[in-house]
């Protein structure tokens, strides 16, 4: 188990008061009686389990498996099961280096890519480079000899003549003390590596006693065999004698810094250890009798967390999910009021947002606080079927919680990297919301597939049926994947009938999380489906100063990537490449003078028709200006082809800068006279290569060419974006930006690292400076589907022109098609009607779209906030506003296919129009 590295939540004070509330709470059963019986473990359980082994089809490798995982610690005797434990003694250390490399081969070895296997090698790492292997000395021996009478290690007392290079034990030999590390790391040169400090937690601890105790634990579930609880009960026994004097804060380090919560592991570890640790105590209690190892187990390994809930601290739940489940083992179900309203009382806030916390990191952070809700939830209701509907009958916000993954998912292959997830243009081929374990890599692990069932249940809801038969390759075999399950074979009718009935494919619109800030629009479907979306608030949990970022999945790809997890792999998170992620200029987004401030836009216009789609939302407070301000509209030429008209509008400060960050591939332009620079145009971000352009020709253009590096294209498909510049008083600088794919994806030893090309707007001036960004994107495969975009004069009508932040385009396309595009400036304070004399068109609203035939005839229109717009044989009227409105037109007649003129007119030249001209 590793959760993404030590990047502290910084939680509000009202979850810190809350997490203090709940201990104070559970801990009241400190020194309640002993535990008397399993909590999720009962004989009734228990039984299911063992009838569902006899029915599994992989009942024979479930058991072989367990007993197979179990081998390494079932062959030892109780004294070397006790000897796997260690004391507090050395500063342990969440990488061996950070930012390092190999001492031997000098080779970059960063994060977490040093090589442990504890079992054939214990008390060493190995370097993934040159297979060299560290410490050279035999640590377990000097180890060995600081140990007190209790067990305790003691640098005083350890031996250090045991301190040198084994393969060089000559003193005088160059190489005697190369390599040796004595529990604080080795060190040359100024640099240390942290050796044994690592090696205690993701080696001794991590790989020998956590997967050792788990191990031992579903053994005897699966088996009955009584000897596997003992030497479980054994180690957690010792483990328990240690464990509250473990204190991460004072004893360890994370990216070479003290000073963060936990146990033996950095708090968020800590904090799933700790439950896990309580989870397999709780699964053996039955099969091992000895009550005075049990009660110490109690005592220091679930009653001495419950009094010290800081170093289990974790993101919101987390922390709270394990304070519950600390108290649920120790005295469930006579605790069961108490369990339910701590969960009650995080249960509320953490579905608060849409369903979900509000902490960013979209297919991150806020999913992995899901997830384990997902699972914790289910972990109960395995124990208590009534479980989950009566939690749901007092916390109904929980019925949107695991819909906001389904909902947020793009083109089945993609989320919004809003915050701290995913790696730069990468695909999340899977459901992130709740991972679905079909292969049961730990069969006792609460099935997903169950808890999505039980949902469906509670809902009615067919998308939690799909998303599961989804996560199953879309079948039926094997459901639920759950040795806790009632039937499985009814299970699978239950599954098929839901699936005949809805069909496979969940059925998803554009989606608005007003709460959360993020709007996704959509089109299309099958493989010609795309989305774009719209990020509308900054900062937060987790978050970037990414406000009013847009993104755009289409053609299987991710077009307009957002940068992702920031790189900590080169130092940590407050180093200028890992912060870099994390500011406004990474994003692609307005700069305004400086970094965004934490703040929430807010929607002021949905517009969500059949080929046209757009949202308007608002931010001024991010840049503490008068307007900051994004306007995006998916709309669509015909199945396949479409294009992305942007308006982005801002006054605030003196320099505006509109970064435009395409996929991985080249980028050219056109009708740009660019000029080197010797100089950074832009400070502040790992920037390079720069050329300008000062007063461009409106509608000079940029096109990437798409390297697929993930391969998700088919063959000899070839994807190019076109980005089109209509905006009025600006400068364009082309740079090259630099990425790294998280650690966790990048290519072996690479630590990912690219350059890619960056287009940035600028405009200056005087404060407040404003400023209209106008673009469209299309993104196309052989040909463009657009012959050609200009900026079209708008008029008061019998007026002047209007101002520049009032936008009117015309699109001509390849197929004689002729969109007209009006969106109106909010900030004009005007009740004045608008009119395009070339169109005869004439508006009163604030957003309008038409689109007319090659000879001339209105094909559609689709407006917002209007009261009425004329044009050549037609007159669409309306007292108060229209919010939105999509009309299509054939030889039938009109035909209104989102919103609704209840209440209106719409005139024009023959039925079922209402006839006649005003």
């Known amino acids: 188990m590793r959760t993404p590295a030590g990047h502290p939540s910084g939680g509000s004070t009202r979850m810190h008061k809350l997490l203090l509330a709940l201990s104070l709470s559970l801990s009241l059963g400190l020194h309640a009686a002993d535990k008397q019986h399993s909590a999720f473990y009962s004989p009734e359980v228990l039984a299911k389990i063992r009838t569902n082994l006899k029915h599994d089809p992989n009942a024979k490798t479930f058991l072989t498996n367990a007993v197979k995982d179990a081998e390494f610690w079932h062959n030892k005797t109780d004294a070397e099961l006790r000897d796997l434990i260690f004391s507090p003694g050395i500063t342990r ?124 634990a579903r053994a005897y579930v699966l088996t009955g065999d009584e000897t596997y609880a003992h030497q479980a009960g054994v180690m957690l026994n010792r483990l328990a004698d240690f464990y509250p004097s473990f204190d991460y804060a004072t004893q360890g380090l994370t990216y070479e810094t003290a000073g963060n919560n936990g146990y033996v592991s950095v708090w968020h570890d800590a904090c799933e250890e700790t439950r896990e640790l309580a989870l397999a105590y709780d699964q053996i209690f039955d099969g091992f009798h000895d009550e005075t190892k049990r009660h110490n187990i109690e005592t220091g390994l679930l009653r001495n967390p419950l009094a010290h809930p800081e170093r289990v601290h974790s993101n919101f739940p987390r922390a709270e999910m394990t304070l519950a489940t600390l108290n649920t ?72 919680t695991w819909r906001f993954h389904i909902d947020t998912y793009c083109i089945g292959k993609y989320y919004p990297l809003s915050g701290d997830c995913g790696s730069f243009a990468a695909p999340v081929l899977k459901h992130v919301g709740a991972i679905f374990d079909k292969k049961q890599t730990d069969v006792l692990a609460p099935s997903i597939f169950s808890f999505f069932w039980r949902l469906y249940e509670e809902t009615g809801d067919p998308a939690y049926v799909q998303t599961l038969y989804h996560e199953n390759a879309n079948k039926l075999e094997a459901l639920p994947h759950d040795l806790f399950a009632e039937n499985p074979s009814q299970f699978q009718k239950s599954v098929k009938q839901v699936i005949a009935k809805n069909g496979e494919e969940i059925k998803l619109g554009s989606i608005n999380k007003e709460a959360w800030h993020m709007a996704i629009l959509r089109s299309g479907k099958g493989q010609n489906a795309r989305a774009l979306w719209l990020d509308y608030d900054s900062g937060g949990n987790h978050s970037h100063l990414d406000g009013m970022t847009m993104g755009l999945f289409a053609h299987g790809l991710d077009l307009l990537p957002d940068f992702g997890y920031p790189p900590v792999q080169f130092g940590g998170w407050y180093t ?30 949905w517009a969500d028709g059949e080929m046209f789609h757009a949202i308007r939302a608002d931010g001024p407070a991010m840049v503490a200006g008068k307007q900051y301000e994004r306007t995006a509209a998916l709309i669509d030429i015909d199945d396949k082809n479409f294009y992305v008209l942007d308006i982005f509008r801002t006054v605030a400060g003196s320099g505006h800068y509109k970064f435009v960050y395409g996929p991985y591939g080249t980028m050219t332009t056109s009708n740009l006279d660019l000029h080197h620079s010797d100089k950074d145009l832009v400070t ?57 794919t998280m650690t966790q994806l990048q290519e072996p030893l690479s630590g990912g690292e690219n350059w890619i090309p960056c287009l940035i707007t600028r405009k200056t001036g005087t404060a407040p400076l404003s400023s209209t960004f106008v673009s469209v994107l299309e993104p196309f495969e052989k040909q463009t589907a657009i012959r050609s975009i200009k900026k079209v004069p708008l008029r008061v009508i019998d007026g002047d022109i209007a101002d520049d932040s009032n936008v009117c385009l015309e699109i001509d396309l390849n197929s004689g098609d002729r969109d007209l595009f009006i969106a109106i400036d909010p900030m004009t304070k005007t009740n004045h009607t608008f009119e395009q004399r070339n169109w005869q068109v004439q508006f009163d609203g604030e957003l309008c779209w038409i689109r007319k035939t090659a000879k001339g005839a209105l094909k559609s229109i689709a407006f917002g906030k209007t009261s009425v717009v004329r044009g050549p044989g037609f007159i669409i009227d309306h007292g108060p506003k229209f919010q939105f409105c999509e009309i299509h037109f054939d030889e039938d007649g009109a035909h209104t296919v989102r919103g609704s003129l209840e209440g209106g007119r719409l005139a024009g030249p023959k039925e079922p129009w209402r006839f006649g001209h005003d």
């Open 93 to 216: 250390s969440w990488m061996v280096w950070s930012d390092g490399f190999c001492p031997s081969c000098k080779k970059p070895v960063r994060m977490y890519d040093w090589k442990i296997d504890a079992q054939k090698h214990p008390w060493k790492l190995t370097c993934p480079n040159c297979a060299e292997v560290f410490p050279k000395n035999d640590f377990y021996s000097y180890y060995k000899s600081g140990l007190d009478e209790k067990g305790w290690f003691n640098q005083k007392r350890a031996n250090r003549a045991l301190l040198f290079n084994t393969d060089h034990p000559d003193a005088t030999d160059p190489l005697h003390n190369f390599g040796v590390d004595d529990g604080e790391g080795y060190l040359a040169d100024g640099h240390r590596w942290r050796f044994m400090g690592a090696y205690e937690i993701y080696g001794q601890f991590k790989q020998l006693i956590l997967n050792g105790t788990r191990a031992l």
């Open 329 to 400: 083992v120790l005295a469930w179900p006579e605790n069961r009021a108490q369990v339910e309203a701590s969960i009650d009382a995080f249960g509320k806030p953490a579905t608060a947002v849409d369903g979900v916390t509000g902490e960013k990191g979209l297919s991150g952070y806020t999913s992995f606080t899901i997830d384990g809700l997902a699972h914790f939830l289910e972990q109960y209701s395995r124990a208590d079927k009534n479980f989950l509907h009566d939690l749901i009958q007092r916390n109904p916000t929980l019925t949107n």
């Open 576 to 605: 200028p490449r890992a912060e870099w992620y994390r500011t406004t200029g990474a994003h692609n987004t307005v700069l305004v003078d400086q970094p965004q401030r934490p703040g929430a836009g807010k929607t002021t216009m």
């Open 684 to 740: 502040g971000g790992q920037l390079r290569n720069f050329a300008l352009a000062t007063n461009p020709p409106i509608g000079w253009s940029a096109e990437w060419k798409v390297d697929d590096r993930f391969k998700q294209l088919p063959p000899n498909t070839t994807v190019r974006m076109r980005y089109t510049d209509v905006s009025q008083g600006v400068d364009v600088i082309t740079n090259e930006a630099w990425t790294a």
